[in-house]
């Protein structure tokens, strides 16, 4: 088969379609001929040499794809060759073919193209599994998202307003702002020209927002506890604003707040089938009604790996970027 890989550390540049061994199924999974995969964040960070691949895991770029099943484990019961899928994956899904855990394989979404269903997994998964899961984001509550505008920021707008919750988010220029909007934000926030704390408390009445789901790490530390309420929980799911930070311990007492982060390529298969099965029971209902829509920005060519990564560098896209087999 043909899979894109990573040469050596670098820029996009470094991503080469090559032709590879197909994967070797385990008992427990799936080999997948791939119809899509999507682009994420950390797929940069690996690329560039800083985010190693799980043991056992594919070296191939890619944490989701949509596609047909080609073959089966023996110990797999739920799917069959010729299912159309989607899955949750550790690696991989940057080629023709690709193995999945069985427990980590969703169905294609009732109304949804096997293409766009691509774009669901990863950031399903994430935002259901912190926001939900963990935080435990209930109808009424304020949620703020930063990066409202980014594939996890669209989902999470649409499953947060479909559950009942007030949902702000921060992005980088109007335009993005405007979208966030249309897709059923209620505050868009430009962080670039407006003191989001400033705004978050004038918009809750001095209060703060109840839930903070987080990609920008220590940068924004210290104005996420401003920004949160009594009892309020922060997230944090990325480092794009740094690793390292000083802060002052009085709010966390002071105003009983809750600080997490989670990532999800590391999880064990089982506390990942956890998830998938949470997502298929409470996301999946909302995707068939139409509630929540895939947001896909543009689709590349599988042999134009690096070209989407360019794209995703520049932080010009709003939603998800797919590449297809």
């Not at 993005?176 to 868009?188: M, N, R």
């Amino acid at each position: 088969m043909k899979a894109i890989v990573i040469t050596k550390p670098g820029g996009p540049e470094v991503l080469q379609l090559q032709e590879v061994e197909d994967p070797q199924i385990k008992d427990d999974e799936v080999l997948i001929r791939v119809e899509a995969t999507a682009l994420n964040r950390a797929d940069t960070v690996q690329r560039q040499g800083s985010y190693p691949t799980p043991k056992g895991a594919s070296p191939y770029p890619g944490l989701e794809c949509s596609g047909t099943i080609e073959s089966v484990g023996k110990n797999v019961s739920r799917w069959k060759i010729g299912d159309q899928v989607c899955a949750l994956l550790s690696g991989g899904g940057y080629a023709e073919k690709v193995a999945a855990p069985a427990g980590q394989v969703l169905p294609v979404p009732p109304g949804l193209s096997l293409k766009d269903a691509a774009s669901f997994p990863e950031v399903a998964c994430t935002v259901w599994s912190t926001i939900f899961m963990t935080s435990r984001l209930s109808a009424g509550e304020t949620l703020l998202i930063h990066g409202g505008s980014s594939g996890i920021g669209t989902f999470a707008i649409q499953i947060a307003k479909y559950r009942g919750s007030r949902v702000f988010v921060t992005a980088g220029n109007e335009e993005k702002l405007a979208f966030c909007k249309d897709i059923g934000a209620d505050v868009g926030i430009n962080y670039k020209t407006e003191d989001f704390v400033a705004r978050v408390k004038e918009e809750t009445g001095g209060q703060g927002v109840d839930v903070i789901l987080d990609c920008m790490g220590a940068s924004y530390y210290r104005k996420n506890l401003e920004c949160l309420n009594f009892d309020g929980r922060l997230f944090i799911i990325g480092f794009q604003g740094g690793v390292s930070t000083e802060f002052d311990l009085r709010p966390l007492v002071g105003k009983r707040l809750t600080v997490q982060g989670a990532g999800l390529r590391n999880r064990s298969p089982e506390n990942k089938a956890l998830i998938i099965n949470e997502v298929e029971k409470n996301v999946w209902p909302a995707i068939a009604e139409g509630k929540v829509k895939p947001i896909v920005y543009i689709t590349f060519p599988l042999s134009e790996a690096a070209e989407g990564h360019r794209l995703m560098e520049s932080n010009q896209h709003i939603g998800k970027i797919l590449l297809f087999s």
